[in-house]
């Protein structure tokens, strides 16, 4: 089964609303390479297409040079040894050791009474619907 296009345009009005004073732009606004500023956004300050986003992090490359470096330098063996060292010490009363070893192996804690509380707030709002539903005089209308 083939199904019509939209009689709306990409924003949801209709097509014959929008009108292409520089192809690929709404009526009003004008190209990037064509704004007096040198802004790549339309006037209505959205991005125009070719727009390239911006630099991005200019860390990035720096920090995945140093990730790779790390990576390559710690073998499986330096893991386990780690591993087995921040366990000796929560074994031996060391709180932060514990605290990682759980919160790595188990998941960081939920709120313990998160259900409980998501309950008694249903509760609430049904019973406030339910009031509302009651207050209801067909005859004031």
């Known amino acids: 089964m083939r199904l ?3 009689p709306n345009g990409p924003n949801g009005q209709p097509q014959d609303h929008i009108q292409s004073s520089v192809e690929g ?3 009003g606004e004008q190209s990037p390479s064509t704004r007096a500023n040198g802004s790549t956004r339309t006037l209505g300050g959205r991005f125009a297409p070719g727009n390239s986003g911006g ?5 990035a490359r720096a920090v995945g ?19 087995a060292a921040l ?5 031996a009363g060391d709180i932060a050791a514990a605290k990682e ?4 192996t188990l998941g960081k804690p939920v709120e313990a009474d998160l259900i409980e509380r998501l309950q008694l707030l249903e509760q609430a709002h049904a019973s ?3 009031e509302q539903h009651n207050a209801f005089d067909p005859t004031l209308i």
Not at 87 to 91: D, F, I, N, R
């Open 4 to 6: 019509s296009p939209s």
């Open 25 to 27: 732009y709404p009526a």
């Open 55 to 59: 630099p991005g992090n200019p860390s």
């Open 65 to 83: 040079q140093l990730r790779a470096a790390l990576l390559a330098s710690v073998t499986e063996e330096d893991i386990r040894q780690i591993v």
């Open 87 to 91: 366990v000796l010490k929560a074994k």
């Open 101 to 104: 070893v759980l919160d790595r």
């Open 128 to 130: 406030r619907a339910m």
